[in-house]
């Protein structure tokens, strides 16, 4: 039963991060100070999209779901809980895109939030 909690928690941390690296553009807009938090999260969101590597919380959610007697699952974290959302059959750039996008779509969200901190100078 531990190692389930365990592997839920990961599952938690690792959908908020993932969250945080998609729309923390965002929060950066309110709160400027977040893109200290923010900018290293998000290249590392767009790396591993665009370079095909594994978040290091999907290998541990793996072993503490096997831990906890149920099966893991293969691929990475986005490909197995959204998959067929973000991944429909036949698209197999689609890592590549989503890592662009959130490069421009951050990239355009702080032009937005330094042009903002311009004005109220």
Known sequence: MAFRILADAVLVVHSAFAA?????GFLVLRRPR???LHVP????GAAIELVGWICPL???EQHLRRAAGKAGYAGGFLDHYVGGILYPAGWEHVHLWLG???VVGNAVLYGAA????RADR
């Open 20 to 24: 945080f690296v998609a729309v923390g």
């Open 34 to 36: 977040v893109a200290w």
């Open 41 to 44: 999260c998000a290249l590392y």
């Open 58 to 60: 999907t290998p541990l």
């Open 100 to 102: 662009v996008a959130v």
């Open 114 to 117: 330094v042009a903002r901190w």
